[in-house]
C-alpha cells in the first residue's frame, strides 16, 4: 500500500511543479547584444533572458581597463561609434533621482561593475523594473535599448547618468 501512495503522489508533485514555472514560454523569451568599444571593435557580448521577476543579464565583455565602472541600461538602442559625450539617456521612470534609493533610481541603473586587472568585465545581474515583452517597461519600444558601459563609476545621485561618464563601449539589444 506504501508504494501504490507513492505513485499517486508523484504525478501530483510533478504538476505542481509545471504551474509554479508560470505559462508556458514565459521564460522563453530571449535577446542578445553584442559590445562594440570605441574602434567599433566587438569586445564582447550580452544575453538578456526573462523572468518571472526581470530580465537576467548576462555580460562577458574582455579589453577594459581596470576600474569601476557605471553599467546602465540606455533608451535608445543606437549606440554611436566613437561613443558620444554623455547624454541624458539613461531609461528613467517618473520623478526625481536620490542616491541609494532604488525606487526612485532611473529603470536603466544597474550596479557599477568592477574590471578586474586582467580586463575581463562579467556581468549577472536582474533589473526588476524592464521587460522583454510588451508593455510600457518594454526594452523593444520604437527605438529600441542599448546597454552601455561607462568610463567612471555611477555616483547613484547625480542626474541622469550618476556622473558616470562617457561611454567606454554599447551593445544595441536585439531580439533573439
Known sequence: MLQRTRLLLLPSALRATCVV????GAQDQQARATFANADDKPIGTAMLTQTHSGVLIDVTVNGV?????????HETGTVTRPPSPRRATTITPQGP?????????PT?????????TDGMLRVHVRNPQVT???GKATLFDVDGSALVIHTQAD????????????RLAGA???PR
Not at 514555472?21 to 508556458?24: A, E, M, Q, S, V
Not at 533621482?97 to 533610481?105: C, G, K, L, S
Not at 545621485?157 to 558616470?164: I, K, L, M, V
Open 155 to 166: 555616483d547613484s545621485t547625480s542626474q541622469p547618468a550618476g556622473e558616470a561618464g562617457d
Open 172 to 174: 544595441g539589444i536585439l
Open 108 to 116: 536603466g541603473d544597474l550596479p557599477n561593475q568592477f574590471v578586474q
Open 21 to 24: 514555472g508560470g505559462p508556458l
Open 65 to 73: 581597463p581596470p576600474c569601476a565602472r557605471g553599467f546602465h541600461i
Open 97 to 105: 533621482r536620490t542616491a541609494m534609493v532604488p525606487a526612485a533610481a
Open 132 to 134: 522583454l515583452g510588451a
